[in-house]
C-alpha cells in the first residue's frame, strides 16, 4: 500500500501563493506519474496538474496554466504544487495522486487526504 501525505494549504489573499507538498511511502516499485487535484464545495474532483517521470511530462488544467508549476524531487519521492497568482475560485480541498507503473506490474492508484486551499477576494 502507499501511503500520500499533503500539506502547505492554507488560507491566503487573492493574487498570493502557496506552495503544496506531497510525499509519497509504503510499497512502491516505480512512479509512473505524480500530480494534483481539486474539489471545491459541492464540486467534482477535478485534475490540477500532473507529471510524468518518464521524459518528465506535465499536465495542466486550463484554469491554471502560467499560474501553477508542478515539479518532482524523485530521490524523495515528493511532488510540489507551486500556486502564483491565486484566484477565489481555486478555493478547495487539494489532493495527491500517485500512480504506479504496468510494467512494473504494480499500477497502483493512491490518493492522499487533501489539503485545504482557500483564497480570499
Known amino acids: 500500500q502507499v501511503r500520500l501525505v499533503e500539506s502547505g494549504g492554507g488560507l491566503v489573499q487573492a493574487g498570493g501563493s502557496l506552495r503544496l507538498s506531497c510525499t509519497a511511502s509504503?510499497?512502491?516499485?516505480?512512479?509512473?506519474?505524480m500530480g494534483w487535484y481539486r474539489q471545491a464545495p459541492g464540486k467534482q474532483r477535478e485534475l490540477v496538474a500532473t507529471?510524468?517521470?518518464?521524459?518528465?511530462?506535465?499536465n495542466y488544467a486550463d484554469s491554471v496554466k502560467g499560474r501553477f508549476t508542478v515539479s518532482r524531487d524523485n530521490a524523495k519521492n515528493t511532488v510540489y504544487l507551486q500556486m502564483d497568482s491565486l484566484k477565489p475560485e481555486d478555493t478547495g480541498v487539494y489532493y495527491c495522486?500517485?500512480?504506479?507503473?504496468?510494467?512494473?506490474?504494480?499500477?497502483?492508484?493512491?490518493w492522499g487526504q487533501g489539503t485545504q486551499v482557500t483564497v480570499s477576494s
Open positions: 507529471s510524468m517521470t518518464s521524459g518528465g511530462t506535465t
Open positions: 509504503g510499497s512502491i516499485r516505480s512512479i509512473r506519474t
Open positions: 495522486n500517485v500512480q504506479g507503473s504496468q510494467y512494473f506490474h504494480d499500477p497502483f492508484d493512491s
